[in-house]
Nanobody
Framework: QVQLIESGGGSVQAGGSLRLSCEAS????????MGWFRQAPDKEREFVAS????????SNADSVKGRFTISRDDDKATVYLRMNSLKPEDTALYYC?????????????????WGQGTQVTVSS
């Protein structure tokens, strides 16, 4: 059973930056692809970014391309989401997720484990 704990959320002004972290435990981290999703109030959860098991392939949602970067450190069993040029519409609860697939991409059903989320609030 894999446990995921997100951190790094907070409140920032538009144009600012944050780095989210998600630390995994209870499994072999390198055996999992990782993803970030977000959910704004009264909206469905949506895909943000994903990274393959070996870290060689990444995928971003169109809404964050050029602004967000996903990365992983297998030695620390941690996946990161660097968020630059933040906009008010990026305000949401951000979740990380783990998948046993090589590269699950944006399909939520391919992820077996989820964290509790970390809140990001961007003010204008």
């Amino acid at each position: 059973q894999v446990q995921l704990i997100e951190s790094g959320g907070g409140s920032v002004q538009a144009g600012g930056s944050l780095r989210l972290s998600c630390e995994a435990s209870g499994g072999t981290f390198s055996e999992y692809a990782m993803g970030w999703f977000r959910q704004a109030p009264d909206k469905e959860r949506e895909f943000v970014a994903s990274i393959s098991r070996d870290g060689t392939i990444t995928s971003n949602a169109d809404s964050v391309k050029g602004r967000f970067t996903i990365s992983r450190d297998d030695d620390k069993a941690t996946v990161y989401l660097r968020m630059n040029s933040l906009k008010p519409e990026d305000t949401a609860l951000y979740y990380c997720a783990a998948s046993a697939r090589y590269m699950p991409g944006k399909i939520m059903g391919r992820y077996s484990y989820w964290g509790q989320g970390t809140q990001v609030t961007v003010s204008s």
